[in-house]
């Protein structure tokens, strides 16, 4: 059974309460729950982590390539500046591991600082501006690229 990680970085695990004119009003345990059913329904092996920390963020992209894991990545913040993060990025897509940026707003519609995203190059697709349905359609799209 192929493997995906569902990572969410900083300040994802207020959603439900924080700006949810721009996030909905899911919370993160209820988004959790939402993934491990979509991956279930999908025949993905799924973990989902969270953290407001980077490096956190970049040893769980160390752990995806040691261990073959796909990767569905919230980057949140962290998307507009950390080069760390997107070095990290970049090896998990070198390892031939399928890596889906996803945002459950869509930057490119917000402030100009939120339209740059470093990640979004060393992706091999981004999913934005769809509410945490975003999330399912990553997950789909890892699980058609596993075939
Ligand atoms: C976000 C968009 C980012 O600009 C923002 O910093 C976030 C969430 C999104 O899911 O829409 O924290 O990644």
């Known amino acids: 059974m192929a493997k995906v990680m569902v ?33 279930e329904g999908l025949g993905l092996e799924v973990e989902v982590g969270q953290s407001n920390e980077e490096a956190d963020l970049v040893e769980w992209m160390h752990t ?10 919230n980057p949140a913040a962290f ?16 390892a031939g591991l399928t890596l889906i940026e996803v945002h459950i707003s869509n930057p490119m519609a917000r402030e100009e ?3 740059v995203s470093v990640i979004s190059g060393v992706a091999t697709g981004t999913i934005a501006g769809l509410g945490v349905d ?3 359609l990553a997950l789909e799209a890892v699980a058609r690229r596993v075939g």
Request: glycine content about 6%.
């Open 7 to 39: 990572v969410n970085g900083p300040n994802l695990n207020r959603l439900g309460t924080r700006e949810p004119d721009k996030y909905g009003t899911t919370t993160h345990a209820e988004l959790v729950d939402m993934v491990v059913a979509w991956a």
């Open 134 to 136: 975003g999330y399912r």
């Open 113 to 115: 600082f939120r339209h």
């Open 64 to 73: 995806a390539v040691d261990d073959q894991v796909h990767v569905v990545l």
């Open 79 to 94: 998307t507009h500046y950390s080069i760390a993060l997107r070095d990290a990025c970049t090896m998990v897509t070198d």
